[in-house]
């Protein structure tokens, strides 16, 4: 655009204004790209806050928070996995599997209940990634059979989805139900848990690695950038996160049921594409995440508050809200490139 | 199944590579039939036959759709909900009559398969996300249009289209078999056709040379579409009620399955019809083998998980050669 002015006589006031303006539009595309979701959000709580009396209780923040502990480890895993450029479709049976898991191993105590399942997702992690690293077939294809494998396991050890293990440890249901200064432990462990997400993926190595190979895989590479090891470690993480998940989950319940969790990696994957992650990779925030999943927990509450709406209508206004982002997003991408 | 061609002394490996991909699924369907007509009781009875070709034609049909798309690089995760929303417009409209619901149906197919193609070819987005969105959405309006309830029904001539009889085979295998032809003359005499792998062969090439490139794209989204809504009109047909929070549920994945099972790759380009029909009869085959000899069902979703692996894995080989 600039290059036509060049031989302008005002050309050097002229080029300078429309580099500040360019800049200025790209910083302002920027902030919407990254900040939207949070934007949205906090529109959404402003007018539920307005409208409906209820929604301001401290009570019921805590119920949306507790409620949306477990789809946030799941969007954390998968944000890992999103910005490799990759997809982890596996987690939302794992999930089920690790609350399983958790119930069933409850009986031989606290310790048992948490080692269990994590071992079992994590080592479907590691054989989704070595997969995906080494034999590169598509991650798509790949944790899908990780999600017809990991659904076929759980129904294998609960007698076909018709035996649901009560939590025998008395300790660990306490850790899904307890509290702590008000606030539910299962939302402080996913505090702790996002922070040391936040620090992995800005201020170390592994986290740059992360970055670099969804931005280019071959860029990467030649950088020295250990590649396979990178996206083995994302999809491990991804399947530990969903176990924890589901033990936290199980905890809650006091039992591991087998029939939640169908299509969780698509709540997961619509709040981290909505929390502003490009689905190329290479780029997102684990704020946004946060943001994106706190969005769609917060809408599916405004809807329990409505009581003469239909609780079907939380999904068709989800996949309005996703479509809608997904759109914005991909205009502002261009935006920024033309710019 | 597959491995015991590669435990076989090979002649030539390299020529085995190329060949098990390409004919690997048929090989499999013809050890599994044998297999079974010597060790599973009844098997080559026409009743059972027949109950497994009614099972499996919905799943063809999506199947089909569902081809088309990923031969151009694309995905559709939103046939469950194509077919939910067929399913809970059906009894609205029944009582003007068989060809009212139909139409009303497919109508339904039209326009989610427009948007998606709209999201996809227009605003670019990956169809993965493009198709998300309606895979969430779609079922939910569905629940919501049809107020959650199960609907019977009770028109003649729709329950005929679900479980009649023409000439000693179920119309439901006739329209399915018919359907096949269709899609399998669309992609290889056509110019539709050859336009649609083009894209998925090499999309920035294909614009250059100045091919319909957005146009194609969301016709082929609408041809998947109005496929899964008549997967989804014949299966209220058959079991004569309309449940749209169980109609097509987890179709996607069976539907992807048959596809890459049936060697389709992933990465667009190619679009191989008949594999497609085998990889949903092998499906089919398997699970109904693992039914008849009391396995369980979780049991054999494990078998399935190592059998796309297997297919996709054997496929890829090809393709770095």
Not at chain 1, 159 to 188: C, H, M, Q
Not at chain 2, 99 to 113: K, L
Not at chain 2, 186 to 208: D, H, K, Y
Request: glycine share 12%; with cysteine; hydrophobic share 55%.
């Amino acid at each position: 655009m600039t290059m036509g002015i060049v031989s302008d006589p005002a050309a050097p006031a002229a080029v300078a204004e429309d580099t500040r303006r360019a800049e200025r539009t790209d910083r302002i595309v920027g902030i919407v790209q990254r900040q939207g979701a949070l934007a949205v959000l906090a529109v959404v709580v402003l007018f539920a806050v307005a409208a409906f009396p209820d929604f301001r209780s401290f009570d019921n923040s805590a119920t949306i928070l507790v409620a949306a502990a477990p789809p946030m480890l799941i969007a954390l895993g998968m944000t890992f996995v999103i910005l490799t450029g990759g997809i982890d479709l596996s987690v939302g049976s794992l999930y089920v599997l690790g609350g399983v898991l958790a119930a069933w191993a409850s009986q031989y105590g606290l310790l048992a209940a948490f080692a269990v399942p994590l071992l079992v997702c994590g080592a479907i992690g590691v054989v989704n990634g070595l997969l995906i690293a080494y034999t590169r077939m598509a991650p798509f294809i790949v944790t899908l059979a990780a999600l017809l494998g990991a659904r076929g396991l759980m129904r294998a050890i609960s007698a076909e989805g018709s035996k649901t293990y009560l939590v025998g440890d008395d300790t660990f249901r306490r850790i899904g139900n307890g509290s702590f200064l008000d606030i539910g432990y299962p939302v402080w462990l996913v505090a702790i848990l996002l922070v040391l997400g936040m620090v992995l993926l800005s201020r170390t190595r592994f986290g740059h690695a992360v970055y670099a190979v969804g931005g280019s895989e071959d860029a990467a590479g030649l950088m020295g950038i250990a590649v396979r090891r990178t996206k083995v470690w994302v999809y491990v993480m991804s399947g530990l996160l969903a176990g924890l998940a589901g033990a936290i989950n199980a905890a809650k319940l006091g039992s591991g049921v087998t029939v939640l969790g169908t299509g969780m990696e698509l709540d997961a994957i619509a709040a981290v594409v909505i929390g502003g992650t490009l689905l190329t990779g290479g780029a997102g925030t684990i704020a946004g995440t946060i943001a994106g999943v706190l969005l769609l927990g917060v809408i599916q509450n405004l809807i329990n508050q409505v009581g003469n709406l239909n609780s079907n209508w939380q999904q068709v206004i989800s996949g309005g809200f996703l479509a809608l982002v997904v759109v914005a997003q991909t205009y502002l991408v261009k935006l920024r490139r033309i710019s | 199944m597959t491995e015991t061609a590669v435990a076989r002394p090979a002649v030539d490996l390299s020529r085995l590579r190329d060949w098990l991909p390409k004919y690997g699924v048929y090989l499999a369907i013809v050890l599994l039939v044998l297999y079974n007509i010597f060790f599973t009781p009844y098997f080559l009875t026409w009743s059972n036959v027949r109950i497994q070709l009614i099972q499996v034609a919905p799943i063809v049909i999506v199947a089909l759709g569902m081809a088309l798309v990923i031969g151009t690089e694309g995905i559709d995760l939103s046939v469950g909900s194509v077919m939910a929303l067929a399913a809970a417009l059906i009894p609205l409209y029944l009582g003007y009559g068989v060809i009212a619901a139909i139409v009303a149906s497919v109508v339904a197919g039209v326009a989610v398969g427009f948007i998606n193609g709209v999201l996809v070819a227009r605003v670019g987005l990956q169809p993965i996300v493009a198709t998300l969105a309606l895979f969430v959405g779609g079922r939910g309006l569905a629940v919501v249009i049809s107020q959650g309830q199960l609907k019977d029904v009770r028109n003649p001539d729709l329950i005929y289209l679900g479980s009649g009889d023409l000439f000693g085979v179920p119309v439901l295998v006739w329209i399915a078999a018919a359907l096949v032809l269709v899609v399998a003359f669309l992609v290889r005499r056509t110019v539709f056709g050859r336009r649609l792998l083009a894209i998925g062969g090499n999309r920035p090439a294909t614009e250059l040379a100045g091919l319909p490139v957005k146009r194609v794209l969301i016709t082929v989204y609408v041809v998947c579409a109005v496929l899964a809504s008549i997967a989804g009109l014949l299966a209220v047909a058959r079991i004569q009620s309309s449940d749209a929070s169980a109609v097509g549920l987890l179709i996607e994945l069976s539907a992807i399955t048959a596809v890459v099972v049936g060697g389709t790759p992933l990465t667009g380009g190619k679009v191989r019809v008949l594999g497609t029909v085998a990889g949903a009869l092998l499906m089919q085959l398997v699970i109904a083998t693992m039914i008849k000899h009391n396995l369980q069902p979780s049991t054999t979703e494990m078998v399935q998980a190592v059998i796309i692996l297997i297919a996709v894995y054997v496929a890829r080989e090809r393709k770095t050669r």
